[in-house]
């Protein structure tokens, strides 16, 4: 997909732009004026600083979203329980981190961060294991488990792990050292203006694990033996790969990557546990892993163009009042419908 | 016999068809009379699929024309196809496996919106044909459950009951069994005497020459030759396939056999479905020497050689490589190869290969251990090397490592999965079905290696279910029947009457 960039239009930019045509005929259709409202999208995305780190900020839940899709689906595994994932990957840095206090900042970091990678990888290594033993369909089983997590968040913040003497469904703030580096702090630092927008160290964390995850898949011993797997069970069994260490290895690593929802979110924006922080970033991952064919080092260009979209519809509202956000939405359906069409096509 | 005077059902005149540069089929002429079979042979890549899939109208020719009784046919469609009498029966058949014999024989043709009618109108018809022909096959059977050779037959009846005329046969015989396609070749004897004209597309020079009355010979997309069977033999025919002399003789050194390699005692194993396969098998494999095991498909030869391969447990049993018993609990495919076990898998496409990976990962499927390749990640350039290495020892073609091997013809897939195996110096081989789907030259060329690496001292066990192949190569020859080894004779003091009996289940004298 994204790699024939050699020939005509590069495929990822026939589809951003065929989204925004599919906005535009929306928008006339309610009668606002289309090149107006692509013109307040772009801007609100690109325009400016704040809009630019918005998006790198959004992109940056996409990448790790899209890394932990694409990492399974190369193991033929397709796993559509990143959301719930990651939910339960912030309830173990949170844990962590509201337990840092006095700990230095590197150290309350790292450990919160770690936390969230064991206790993503775990959520989603149920499923592998019930797959690898059981034979259970691992679509089915991480789609019911983004429910169960998303209830588990739900009890935890209405009950257990409530601030006390608090109204809202969400936990004390992390202790200070427990926050990732933002943007803002630095150019606050060097006497610069600041954006305005949470976007934080978590980005350069996403552009490394998108490294790893190309060297581990492309390089590795373990990575090959994951996509023979995943290309085929048969041949893979042929050459003496064992399909359940396989299956336990990509499920855990993918949802350890998921768990980077969870570290831009809490970590580097929220710092504290809150409800359904992820926002669908689980979910936007299948399309961004769609749209980069899969391969590690496409996502990021991927994940970008939909934090773009995510940016601009959400700066429309300001200008068009009468668009709906949903608009964006409206627009990625026809970005999947159309990714689906062309690897219709290639089979 | 062809009639006299009257058209040709089926003319073909002057067609060529390019892909891009390539030149698929070239100025391609030939006829088929009413009553005829006329057999096209020819290397894979020679042009045979796309002269089908230009007469079944599912590609359109550059130029030429075609010809139905004399009168000139527009083919756009298969549907246009199959209103001019001419029915196809594909060699990877297309046939839903859950639907019994009836429906597949109505699909597509189920003559209104509502199927009882169709139901009863194609029963009737199956009824009418298995009288006509004998071609009787149960309607309210799973086509899944139905063994291949009677798949088969549920094709062709399909293609009958649309009152085809022209009968496209493509490699009919690839998958079945020597008396199924001695049935299918009397089969199409009978169908042509009753009218029908039948075009028989093969690789296999000895079945044209047995059931057609003419053969065409088509290399790189042309008819080089065009011969009637009783008047040409299969050595000419190779010679015309391939463009130059084939040597059918393969010379083999007369050392004696060495010491025991592979010793296996009593093995037993179920199949896929938990039916015993392997009941109490035992043999032997010394250095030097060719174990050929003969049966008909489905005796248990599979299931053999994938217990020992370790890639199907054993139950019980014993097995012992080179005098050293082997953990029948840890032995794994990964295990075998590192004992000096070298697997080239009968199925190839399901086992032997990844067909989207490129060639170089295919060139280290199973061997991507080897610390050659990288010590800690695997290095890509030295990939590369070793399958630009393997190919070139083995002329695999095109040398193309970044190609997906699926894009590559059968004999050089089979080739480049004989090189992987073979050169990684393993001193037990074992091959199942080496040379299915692989032309001419490649089979040459892959029988000659085997008997090198036999007079090189290497152990090979050898599958197959062409018994002409078993007898070239095996010094031994094991009959399966049932899961049980029923015969073992010197390839010297036997013949095929002999091994045929053992393998129909006919029991073994006492000698």
Known sequence: MIARLGRGVPEPAAVGLAALVAMAVCAAAIGENPLGLLRALVLGALGDTEGLAFTLYYATDFIFAGLAVAVAYRAGLFNIGVEGQSLVAGVGLALAALASGGAPSWLAILVASLAAMVFGAAWALVPGWLLARRGGHVVITTIMFNFIASALLSWLLVDPMRAQGSMQPETRPFPPGASLLRLDDALVVLGLSPTGSPLNASLALALAAMVAAHVFLFRSRLGFETRVFGASPTAAHYAGVASTRVILIAMGLSGALASGVAINELLGAQNRLILDFSGGAGFVGIAVALLAGNRPLAIAPAALLFGFLYQGGAALGLDYPRVSPQIVTAAQGVMVLLIGGLLGRRR | ?511
């Open chain 2, 1 to 511: 016999m062809p009639a006299l005077g009257a058209p040709p059902a089926l003319r073909v005149f002057g067609v060529t068809k390019r892909f891009g540069a390539v030149v698929a089929n070239k100025d391609i002429s030939l006829d088929v009379a009413r009553g005829e079979i006329h057999a096209i042979v020819g290397e894979n890549g020679a042009g045979k699929s796309t002269l089908m899939s230009i007469l079944m109208g599912m590609v359109t020719p550059d130029a030429g024309e075609i010809f139905v009784d004399g009168v000139r046919a527009r083919i756009r469609s298969p549907r246009d196809a199959a209103a001019l009498g001419l029915g196809m029966v594909h060699q990877h058949f297309m046939l839903v496996d859950t639907l019994d014999v009836l429906d597949n024989v109505m699909l597509g043709a189920e003559g209104g919106a509502l199927l009882a009618a169709g139901r009863k109108r194609a029963r009737a018809r199956l009824a009418d044909l298995s009288r006509a022909h004998g071609l009787s096959v149960d309607p309210d059977a799973i086509v899944g459950d139905l063994p291949v050779g009677l798949r088969q037959r549920v094709e062709i009846l399909k293609a009958l009951a649309r009152d085809a005329r022209i009968i496209i046969l493509d490699e009919p015989t690839a998958a079945l069994t020597p008396d199924e396609a001695n049935d299918l070749g009397l089969l199409m004897r009978w169908l042509a005497a009753d009218g029908a004209s039948i075009l028989f597309i093969t690789h296999k020079l000895n079945e044209a020459l047995a059931v057609a009355d003419r053969i065409s010979v088509l290399r790189a997309g042309a008819v080089v030759a065009t011969h009637a069977a009783a008047a040409t033999d299969a050595r000419e025919l190779a010679r015309a396939m391939v463009g130059r002399d084939v040597d059918n003789a393969l010379s083999r050194g007369d050392g004696p056999p060495g010491r025991t390699l592979l010793e296996a005692r009593d093995l037993t194993a179920r199949g896929a479905d938990g039916r015993a396969r392997l009941s109490g098998v035992s043999l032997s494999l010394r250095a030097g020497e060719i174990v050929g095991v003969a049966g008909v498909a489905g005796h248990g030869q599979s299931e053999l050689i994938e217990v020992l391969a370790a890639m199907r447990r054993m139950e019980s049993g014993a097995l012992a490589l080179d005098g050293e018993p082997v953990d029948a609990a840890v032995y794994d495919p990964a295990r075998a190869r590192a004992l000096g076990v070298a697997h080239v898998p009968e199925d190839r496409s399901r086992h032997g290969i990844v067909g989207e990976f490129p060639a170089a990962g295919n060139a280290i499927l199973g061997r991507h251990r080897d610390r050659a390749l990288g010590r800690r990640l695997l290095d890509p350039g030295a990939i590369r090397a070793r399958c630009a290495d393997l190919m070139e020892r083995w002329d695999v073609r095109p040398r193309a490592p970044d190609t997906p091997v699926g894009r590559f013809s059968g004999g050089n897939q089979q080739k480049l999965v004989f090189a992987r195996e073979i050169e990684a110096g393993p001193a037990i081989l074992l091959v199942g079905q080496p040379t299915r789907g692989v032309d001419i030259g490649a089979i040459e060329a892959i029988h000659r290696r085997l008997l090198a690496l036999r007079d090189a001292g290497k152990a090979i066990l050898l599958v197959s279910v062409e018994l002409d192949e078993i007898f070239a190569l095996s010094d031994r020859i094991l009959v399966m029947h049932e899961g049980r080894i029923v015969g073992e004779r010197a390839t010297a003091s036997t013949d095929r009457r002999e091994i045929g009996l053992l393998m129909a289940g006919v029991v073994e004298r006492a000698a």
